[in-house]
């Protein structure tokens, strides 16, 4: 069964059309990357999943429960789905550790002493064990970025959305984010990533999805399509950033 079903959504901004029928199953286990253009729709496909855009028409399935705006246990179906953004948005005033340990507390309720633990678990996860004391302005963005995977782990989720994690960083703390990535892939994380990276795209992920124009324009075995762009669009789009 698929752990994230996505069947026919649309969505609008005013009379932009931004996702014009998209379908895509994710199995547990799965590494998806959605790779395209900017402005083809990938961090909005990326935002409904987890429900942060709504859609316009359409299903989005988590789990076998329908995703629907304004449910009220939206908030549950939120938590099974973790996501990572390009700004780590730690909060500044928190030691690393104290930011990955706020939504186990207060989301789930769960005591100081359990989400230290969790989040301890987490932070050693990602290699950061010892900076767990540490406040985010004392860390390297590559750090920071780990330690937003980490708060995302800590939460349990199903499927890990990341969104362009690696856009901010600096080239040469790059890799170091996408070892972690790379690690939880391999330890059998359900991951749909949109990414600039295609390497990381080519080598690691199950399944690649091309966005074009609010479609997806071509899916399937990264590997493959690498060599073998079934399409001109996908073809020129490989070219443009190799
Ligand atoms: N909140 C919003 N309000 C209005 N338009 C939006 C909003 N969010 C995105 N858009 C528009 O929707 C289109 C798709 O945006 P989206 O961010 O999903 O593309 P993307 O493929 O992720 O691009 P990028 O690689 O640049 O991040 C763009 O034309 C964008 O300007």
């Known amino acids: 069964m698929s752990l994230v079903s996505i069947n026919e959504i649309h969505k609008h901004f005013g009379d932009l059309h931004v996702l014009k029928g998209i379908t895509m199953d994710v199995r547990e286990g799965d590494v998806v990357t959605i790779i395209g253009r900017s402005g083809s729709g ?7 999943i987890n429900g942060l855009e709504g859609i316009d028409d359409g299903a989005i399935h988590v789990d076998g429960t329908e995703l629907v705006a304004g449910q009220k246990d939206l908030r549950a179906l939120r938590l099974k789905v973790g996501m990572v953004f390009q700004q780590f948005n730690l909060f500044p005033h928190l030691k690393a550790g104290e930011n990955v340990m706020l939504a186990l507390k207060v989301v789930k309720g769960i005591s100081k002493a359990e ?27 590559g750090q920071q970025q780990r330690v937003a995977i980490a708060r995302a782990l800590a939460m349990s989720p199903k499927v890990l959305l990341c969104d362009e994690v690696t856009s901010a960083l600096d080239p040469e703390l790059v890799n ?19 990414t600039h990276e295609m390497r990381f795209a080519r080598d690691v992920s199950d399944k690649l999805v091309f966005m074009h124009e609010g479609r997806v324009h071509e899916s399937g075995d990264p590997k493959h399509l690498f060599v073998n762009p079934g399409t001109p669009e996908l073809s020129a789009f490989i070219q443009s950033v190799s």
């Open 176 to 194: 170091e984010v996408l070892n972690v990535v790379r690690q939880l892939a391999d330890e059998g994380m359900t991951l749909i990533m949109v």
């Open 42 to 48: 990938k961090s909005t496909l990326l935002r409904t």
């Open 115 to 141: 989400a230290r633990e969790m989040a301890m678990a987490a932070m050693t996860k990602v290699g950061l064990a010892e900076k767990f004391d540490a406040y985010p302005d004392q860390l390297s963005g």
